[in-house]
């Protein structure tokens, strides 16, 4: 069975996280996401208990993956958010056209600096990333 693509970012956090009949915690989930270009990710929502079962240690990171390319991006501790600076420090230029895709994710998950209903497309999120590229050269 081939998963549906979902192009609304809180349906997409909505599927990565729900808990199912029986879960007694978090389960990893999958899904594809189709952000509104012409690109179309997997992502997948992983939920690490690295101390046991405690519910405070938890871990959580999204895979991201396009093609036979992909990232792991962490969810950061505290206030601290993904922002576009951020992201191509971590990740480089090669993923730097990545970020119009995946911000309404990390925004329906509370994971940047914008605010979280912020999760609609818009390419002019590329135009971050391409000003933090130009001041690079």
């Known amino acids: 069975m081939i998963a549906p693509e979902i192009s609304d970012a809180r349906e997409l956090h909505r599927v990565l996280t729900a808990k199912h009949e029986g879960d007694k915690r978090f389960a990893s989930r999958w899904a594809r996401w189709v952000p509104g270009d012409f690109t179309r990710y997997v992502v997948m929502h992983i939920v690490a208990y690295p101390g046991g079962f405690d519910v405070a240690g938890q871990i959580h990171c999204l895979v991201i993956s396009t093609g036979d390319k992909r990232l792991v991006i962490p969810r950061f501790s505290g206030m601290d958010r993904w922002t576009p600076e951020r992201f191509l420090r ?41 000003e933090l590229l130009t001041e690079r050269t």
């Open 90 to 130: 971590a990740f480089g230029e090669e993923y730097a056209g990545w970020w119009a895709g995946i911000r309404p994710v990390l925004a329906a998950f509370n994971w940047t600096s914008t605010r979280p209903d912020d999760v609609r497309y818009d390419a002019s999120d590329a135009n971050a990333i391409g």
